[in-house]
């Protein structure tokens, strides 16, 4: 027996419209991909530099200074909270079912493969820590996907149930009018007069 999908409702009903949205979050989530690789490629002095401007964005905002352990470590969270957002929407749509695991798994094996990459740039490090931390924001994007489309799936579900009840409603409104007009028509083959009851023929009234 096929298990329903209790997520139809959100799922575009035109395939080519989802596979066109499938498409392009896939490319969403390859650029984010490499985003990343290009982050990770500057050398420590460039990588240094980046996070000393952010910091010094960040100190003008919230009035105070970030440390620079804090300012690289949220940098990784969010970065991988994007990458997981959007591979799973390019997932949900691609299976048409929503997959939060594969998408965190993805997220964190890219994330082991950048680290990897990392050993190899001058003044960076492999770092198991930063692997968590990745996985952490990738956990996190999913989640806010997983609660995006179920209430979005809800009200879809909703306004479909109001639609559908408004038409069981109409076609019984519909029905029950035609079913005086059958009787009437019954009674008029039968030589009853409707005006009268049925038990009745006009000749019984007459005089």
Known sequence: ??????????????????????????????????????????????????????????????????????????????????????????????RRRFSPVTSVICSALYSVSDEIHQYFVPGRACRIFDVGVDTLGALTGTLILTLIILIVNSIAMRRKEKYYAFFDDLQAAQAGAQRPAGRVQDRTRHGADPGFPKCCHRRCHQG
């Open 1 to 94: 027996m096929k298990k329903e999908n209790k997520l139809k409702y959100i799922l575009p009903e035109n395939r080519t419209v989802r596979i066109v949205l499938a498409v392009f979050f896939w490319l969403l989530a390859a650029a984010c991909a490499g985003c990343i690789f290009w982050l990770s490629s500057r050398d420590g002095n460039q990588s240094k530099d980046m996070s000393d401007n952010v910091r010094g964005i960040l100190a003008k905002i919230l009035g105070s200074p970030l440390g620079s352990f804090i300012v690289r470590k949220f940098a990784h969270f969010f970065e991988y909270a994007a990458l997981g957002f959007l591979i799973g929407c390019a997932l949900f749509l691609s």
